[in-house]
């Protein structure tokens, strides 16, 4: 399936997120290549927060 433009964008910006955490926190970096290691699957996400940024949390 072809990405459009946005979803592209979207997505880079995802991985340039995770690269830079997994960067800073060695013990999220281990179990990260753990999980993908017992099958090599693409990990896929349920949710993204906003707390990660430090923003107040959005009471929606």
């Known amino acids: 399936m072809k990405q ?3 979803e592209t964008f979207l997505r880079n910006v995802f991985e340039n997120i995770l690269k ?3 960067r800073k926190n060695p013990t999220a970096k281990t179990i990260w290549e753990l ?3 017992v099958d090599n699957e693409k990990i896929c996400y349920d949710h993204f927060t906003f707390q990660t940024f430090k923003v107040c ?3 929606l």
Do not use: E, N, P
């Open 4 to 6: 459009g433009g946005s």
């Open 20 to 22: 830079t955490y997994l």
């Open 35 to 37: 999980v993908q290691s």
């Open 57 to 59: 949390t959005l009471y």
